[in-house]
């Protein structure tokens, strides 16, 4: 182990009810190594897991309505007409994309630095 980039070692007494936080607090990272929770604490002074489950719904609200977006396309291009159902279906598509768009980004975790 000759190539360490961290050569500094650092020792720390807990008590037990600071010993059972820490390890809470670990656990709740979902980090591999301790060691790495603790650096990332002491730099960044806070840890945390953003869930982001959200964005598969969001992707395939999306792919849905591109699917929908290409039908009408492709029904525009071989009929050479453009309906005023298909542009009230695009009209409600796009704000369907909107509103999608709007509501993943409110749950976006604000970081001030």
């Known amino acids: 182990m000759?190539?360490?980039t961290r050569t500094?070692?650092?020792e720390v007494?807990?008590?037990d009810d600071e010993q059972y936080i820490l390890n809470e607090k670990?656990?709740?990272s979902d980090m591999k190594s301790k060691a790495a929770f603790l650096r990332k604490l002491i730099l960044y002074g806070y840890v945390y897991e953003?869930?982001?489950s959200y964005l598969r719904n969001y992707n395939t609200e999306l792919g849905r309505i591109s699917s929908s977006l290409n039908q009408i396309a492709k029904r525009i291009?071989?009929?050479d007409h453009i309906y005023q159902?298909?542009?009230?279906?695009v009209k409600e598509l796009m704000n369907q994309v909107w509103h999608?768009?709007?509501?993943m980004l409110s749950k976006q975790p604000l970081i001030k630095r």
Do not use: I
């Not at 159902?85 to 279906?89: I, K, R, T």
């Open 26 to 28: 670990f656990k709740l």
């Open 77 to 79: 291009n071989s009929t």
């Open 50 to 52: 953003v869930d982001y």
């Open 85 to 89: 159902d298909d542009m009230q279906e």
């Open 100 to 103: 999608t768009q709007k509501s």
């Open 2 to 4: 000759a190539n360490r």
């Open 8 to 10: 500094n070692r650092n």
């Open 13 to 15: 007494y807990l008590s």
